[in-house]
T-cell receptor, first 114, second 113 residues
């Protein structure tokens, strides 16, 4: 999977608790993305990063924050998890300087908020 | 909001036949259109892309056609194989959005023997 590791792979958490998902890459790609995938919605962009400490919001960013303190790590935080955030979360990386349409995806994190 | 959408949620074809998966889009400002394949339990995988100023692009057993007049995109898979069974997503991207992908909902392709 192109040197992308998501952790944890599965998590069950309670409503109102904070949750952090981690994406780690070994490809030195500049861009990193967090998507969520839900039945009937396909994949939707939450946040993305175009460099260390440079991030921007996506289509469904409410309730999520991100941080990128190093090129290789992109963290997604749910400050206070809600049941509507139960989903499968995918991290992706790309390097527009090489090929700007080919994003590489991680294996996903299945998050259940109860 | 969504600017790409697929016509059919499921498609069943026989092994060896050609498959055609369709997609409509609404955003004329897209720079590229891309097709991704997602197998069960995995992340999406890049198949082929086409720049918005092109009409056709061919890869290995796959062809993407872009009709800008009617804002329609299609993926043709020749001699479909069981390993092609997956969910296929069309997506569009723009340089001014960090090349983030805007996905359609997906078509599930089932290849029967």
């Amino acid at each position: 999977d192109a040197g992308i590791t998501q952790s944890p792979r599965h998590k069950v958490t309670e409503t109102g608790t904070p949750v952090t998902l981690r994406c780690h890459q070994t490809e030195n790609h500049r861009y990193m993305y967090w998507y969520r995938q839900d039945p009937g919605h396909g994949l939707r962009l939450i946040h993305y990063s175009y460099g260390v400490k440079d991030t921007d919001k996506g289509e469904v960013s409410d309730g999520y924050s991100v941080s990128r303190s190093k090129t290789e790590d992109f963290l997604l935080t749910l400050e206070s998890a809600t049941s509507s955030q139960t989903s499968v979360y995918f991290c992706a990386i790309s390097d527009p300087g090489r090929k700007n349409t080919e994003a590489f995806f991680g294996q996903g994190t299945r998050l259940t908020v109860v | 909001g969504e600017s790409v959408g697929l016509h059919l949620p499921t498609l069943s074809v026989q092994e060896g036949d050609n498959s055609i998966i369709n997609c409509a889009y609404s955003n004329s400002a897209s720079d590229y259109f891309i097709w991704y394949k997602q197998e069960s339990g995995k992340g999406p995988q890049f198949i082929i892309d086409i720049r918005s100023n092109m009409d056709k692009r061919q890869g290995q057993r796959v062809t993407v056609l872009l009709n800008k007049t009617v804002k329609h995109l299609s993926l043709q898979i020749a001699a479909t194989q069981p390993g092609d069974s997956a969910v296929y997503f069309c997506a569009e991207t723009r340089g001014n959005s960090g090349y983030a992908l805007n996905f359609g909902k997906g078509t599930s392709l089932l290849v029967t023997p």
